[in-house]
């Protein structure tokens, strides 16, 4: 099993940034992909980044050239780093992984809210 804990969420105001950090645990030899979700109130959760393990990284279009995502493997932490943020960003971010054998998991979520 794999847990993932997620921080650094909170309130930014239009054009401002923050950085996510997703600090994995367990059984983490069989990550095959570790990625950030969203989901924003009446709207189905949607894939924000991933980085699969020995490939390429993957960004959703809204946030293509703001948000990047990396991987600090010492640490085995996943970061966002949303810059430039939009009204439009505020949502609950979950940190999802998934193991060789199929089996995923989510963190418990944490809040972005752009307002001014």
């Known amino acids: 099993h794999v847990q993932l804990v997620e921080s650094g969420g909170g309130l930014v105001q239009p054009g401002g940034s923050l950085r996510l950090s997703c600090a994995a645990s367990?059984?983490?030899?069989?990550?095959?992909?570790l990625g950030w979700y969203r989901q924003a109130p009446g709207k189905q959760r949607e894939l924000v980044a991933a980085i699969p393990r020995g490939g390429s990284t993957n960004y959703a279009d809204p946030v293509k050239g703001r948000f990047t995502i990396s991987r600090d493997s010492a640490k085995n932490t996943v970061y966002l780093q949303m810059n430039s943020l939009k009204p439009d960003d505020t949502a609950v971010y979950y940190c999802?992984?998934?193991?060789?054998?199929?089996?995923?998991?989510w963190g418990q979520g944490t809040q972005v809210t752009v307002s001014s």
């Open positions: 367990g059984t983490i030899f069989s990550i095959t992909v």
């Open positions: 999802y992984t998934k193991e060789t054998w199929g089996s995923e998991y």
